[in-house]
């Protein structure tokens, strides 16, 4: 069995103001884009880590946005989290959920926040618990994908990981929050929903 590497990725020793936490673990909304989640994990290749930032839909369970890099700073945060906005397109008011760490709590990733009028939620200091569903995410990509092949460089992780998402996680792969539909089927049944 291949060893698994182990890397922290949240640095939350810093001066930047904490966001409260307006999540307070609910984890399951009536309609998209009323809150997301975000988070970065680490992938080892043979040319070095490569981290992932992702964000998630807490309705329709669906990755919405995610961002590669050499680098965890916080322009793999505000990558994410425009890619999450140019597709979904979120009304004033989004709760955007994550941990403490300085790629979220940095002035620049604030501010883009504020000026797109989404609420900033932060997890309590040591509550694990109350980002787990970025963390569920990342523990499937890895189980389902990550340690079941070895990546000779970023650049193939980052096609892989990608391909993952767009053709398995969002499209085809059940999720029992969502009535064992995947979360673009599931989506596709609200919109079905509202326009009947």
């Known amino acids: 069995m291949r060893k698994k590497a182990y890397k922290a990725t949240t640095n939350s020793r810093h001066s930047h103001p904490i966001a409260p936490n307006l999540l307070k673990r609910q984890f399951s909304f009536e309609q998209p884009n009323q ?11 043979g040319k070095g880590w490569l981290y992932l930032a992702a964000v998630k839909d807490l309705c329709t369970k669906k990755v919405v946005g995610c961002a590669f890099s050499s680098r965890i700073d916080t322009q793999l945060s505000l990558s994410a989290s425009d890619m999450a906005v140019r597709c979904q397109r979120p009304s004033p008011g989004l709760i955007f959920q994550s941990d403490r760490g300085v790629q979220y709590a940095a002035e620049a990733f604030r501010r883009r926040l504020a000026v797109l009028g989404i609420r900033q939620s932060m997890s309590r200091k040591g509550d694990p618990y109350d980002n787990a569903v970025a963390e569920n995410f990342f523990s499937c990509l890895k189980c389902e994908r990550i340690h079941l092949r070895q990546y000779g460089s970023r650049r193939a992780a980052q096609a892989d990981i990608f391909a993952y998402i767009e053709a398995f996680y969002n499209t085809l792969r059940p999720h029992s929050a969502i009535d064992w539909l995947s979360p673009c089927a599931f989506e596709l049944r609200l919109r079905n929903a509202s326009a009947a």
């Not at 809150?35 to 290749?45: E, K, L, N, R």
């Open 35 to 45: 809150a997301w989640v975000g988070g970065i994990t680490y992938i080892p290749t």
